[in-house]
């Protein structure tokens, strides 16, 4: 019985800090301290503390790191190069602070992927961290905000009476964030938006640690709640893709094991389309919060116009030095908010090449992946949804294109693609397609 505690045991504090890990992933904006030119927030702490709990499982490490390499290869190791490519041909600090945060955000994400794989893709953990990521940031930001005489409640009505988006963050969150960040440093919007990258990560982990055999009616719930929240945010490109991400899980869903006629396939799937006519339509109601709801997704705001010009910007910057690049510059005072025209313009054509490559293969492999699932429903043998598995990577390949940091994926971005992942590497263990374990293995075995 000894002999069997110690791995236990282990197992149960994986479990506990990686939902720690997944709970504070809205938390980005939390400062704790800095290490050199590199500003050290809440949730990079817990990544070191889980990788400390691994280290103690070496041999079970060393496989789930060859098995998720698997899954990972070539298309991360496309993008380290990239990054090596950067500090080289991108002259200055910036470029060495690029690397340096996007290094971490990497070994960081991957540290979480092999603790799903060490806890065997546990469905409570992705269910608490995810409900726990959400309902923290809702309770952590209304206690900073009591002493301001501030609160969620009087955001909300605000926002109902007048559809003033903007007080949500200026006049509300701005002052809360402000309390917990760096000395001399001022609340961003792109803090705002690294909390709506989480929130939607957090919800679709939580809705795919559902095992159940009825209708998540507690998903549900949590669905609507975490929604409203996102309206509040107003955060455009995190919007989109959850209206993508939600009726594309519940199609996948019903490929795999909803659909007993063609009668019933066409009848779901009018539903669905008419589910995201009808999201279009309740934005043309004459309401004051549903009107600027509207004009947000006119695209003919500031923020549209000011990347137009950017990328007109960054185009002329490479026209002058297509090959090699002109190194990092910025258009005024910002770095370009797009991936590929700024890995062009900073560090020229192969560095631009290897993210595009990588980005298509990556982009091809989760197509793959749903075609999968919907082709053979017995590939997935995990207890987990994988409708909202596959859905997982929709909003880091969506904001690439238009992300600052030279539209580099954030910390959680880069959880997400990774605990993506770390989850199809546990289910290839578990359907016996990657290394085979003996039983007595720090990890446990995985069924057959």
Not at 135 to 157: K, N
Not at 212 to 233: E, K, S
Not at 354 to 363: F, I, K, N, Q, S
Request: hydrophobic residues 55%; proline residues 5%; positive net charge.
């Amino acid at each position: 019985m000894r002999g069997q505690s110690g791995p236990g045991l282990l197992r149960g504090l994986l479990s506990l800090v990686l939902i720690a890990a997944i709970g504070s992933l809205p938390f980005t904006w939390a400062h704790l301290f800095k290490v050199a030119s590199f500003d050290l927030q809440v949730p990079y702490i817990v990544p070191v503390v889980l990788g400390l709990v691994l280290l103690s499982l070496p041999r079970g490490f060393s496989i789930g790191l060859r098995s998720l390499s698997a899954v990972l290869a070539p298309w991360l190791l496309l993008y380290l190069a990239y990054l090596l490519m950067l500090p080289l041909l991108g002259a200055g600090e910036s470029a060495k602070g690029m690397v340096l945060r996007q290094l971490y955000f990497v070994v960081s994400g991957l540290i979480l992927a092999l603790g799903i794989v060490a806890v065997k893709a546990d469905p409570r953990v992705l269910r608490a961290g995810g409900l726990l990521a959400i309902l923290s940031f809702v309770a952590v930001t209304e206690m900073l905000a009591r002493p301001l005489g501030l609160g969620w409640s009087a955001v909300i009505e605000r926002f109902l009476q007048t559809g003033d988006l903007e007080f949500v963050f200026y006049k509300f969150l701005t002052p809360v964030f402000q309390q917990l960040t760096a000395i001399g440093s001022n609340a961003k919007a792109s803090d705002k938006n690294g909390v709506t990258v989480a929130i939607l990560a957090a919800l679709l982990l939580f809705r795919a640690g559902y095992t159940g055999r009825g209708t998540d009616r507690l998903g549900q719930l949590v669905t609507v709640f975490a929604l409203l929240l996102l309206v509040l945010l107003n955060t455009r490109s995190v919007l989109l893709m959850a209206g993508v991400a939600l009726p594309l899980a519940a199609w996948i869903g019903m490929m795999r094991f909803g659909i007993r006629s063609p009668a019933e396939f066409i009848l779901k799937s009018t539903f669905l389309l008419a589910w995201g006519v009808g999201a279009v339509l309740l934005l043309s109601v004459d309401a004051a919060a549903v009107s600027l709801i509207g004009d947000r997704f006119s695209f003919s705001d500031g923020s549209s116009d000011g990347r137009m010009a950017q990328y007109a910007w960054a185009i002329e910057r490479i026209e002058a030095a297509p090959i090699w690049g002109s190194g990092i510059e910025m258009y005024k005072g910002q770095v370009v908010h797009n991936l590929f025209l700024g890995a062009w313009m900073h560090a020229g054509l192969f560095a631009m090449l290897c993210v595009l490559v990588g980005y298509v293969m990556l982009c091809a492999a989760a197509v793959a992946f749903i075609l999968r699932l919907i082709s053979d429903p017995g590939y997935w043998v995990l207890p987990l949804r994988a409708e909202w598995i596959a859905v997982l990577p929709l909003v880091p390949l969506f904001r690439v294109w238009i992300s600052g940091d030279a539209g580099h994926p954030s910390y959680a971005g880069w959880v997400t693609l990774l605990l993506y992942a770390g989850l199809i590497t546990v289910n290839g263990l578990a359907r016996g397609s990657a290394v085979e374990r003996p039983a007595g293995s720090p990890l446990g075995a995985y069924p057959a």
